[in-house]
């Protein structure tokens, strides 16, 4: 997944978990006592940029957000960023989603 963002806006990125049936369709995954964590890196030299927040929208029904708010990506550089979610089961089973690239732009209507 690649994402364009504007430098000092709003992050908000919603997630769905969701495991794949046999006849192809997707049922959601209870996150129901999940935890997670997510961090953003420059893709050139792997640098923490951020830890993103997660925000639980329905954990019976697999929903979050990733969020950062206009502070924090006012600080991303303005190059390509690389993110994923680590999720941790209550059985403890550790899994991580697909890298997310975000393109990082500068913002043309700012302060200065």
Same mark, same amino acid.
């Given at each position: 997944?690649?994402?364009?963002?504007?430098?000092?806006?709003?992050?908000?990125?919603?997630?769905?978990?969701?495991? +794949?049936?046999?006849?192809?369709?997707?049922?959601? /995954?209870?996150?129901?006592?999940?935890?997670?964590? !997510?961090?953003?890196?420059?893709?050139? !030299?792997?640098?923490?940029?951020?830890?993103?927040?997660?925000?639980?929208? !329905?954990?019976?029904?697999?929903?979050?957000?990733?969020?950062?708010?206009?502070?924090?990506? !006012?600080?991303?550089?303005?190059?390509r960023l690389i993110a994923?979610?680590?999720? /941790?089961?209550?059985?403890?089973?550790?899994?991580?989603? +697909?890298?997310?690239? /975000?393109? *990082?732009?500068?913002? *043309?209507?700012?302060?200065?």
């Amino acid at each position: 997944m690649i994402l364009e963002q504007k430098r000092g806006d709003s992050f908000q990125l919603p997630i769905h978990y969701e495991l +794949e049936q046999i006849d192809e369709t997707f049922a959601p /995954i209870n996150i129901t006592g999940y935890t997670f964590r !997510s961090q953003v890196r420059e893709e050139s !030299s792997d640098e923490l940029v951020c830890e993103l927040g997660i925000v639980i929208n !329905s954990a019976a029904q697999g929903l979050a957000t990733l969020t950062a708010e206009p502070a924090v990506t !006012s600080l991303w550089p303005v190059q390509r960023l690389i993110a994923d979610v680590e999720a /941790i089961s209550p059985a403890g089973i550790k899994t991580s989603s +697909e890298t997310i690239y /975000i393109d *990082v732009i500068a913002d *043309v209507t700012r302060d200065g």
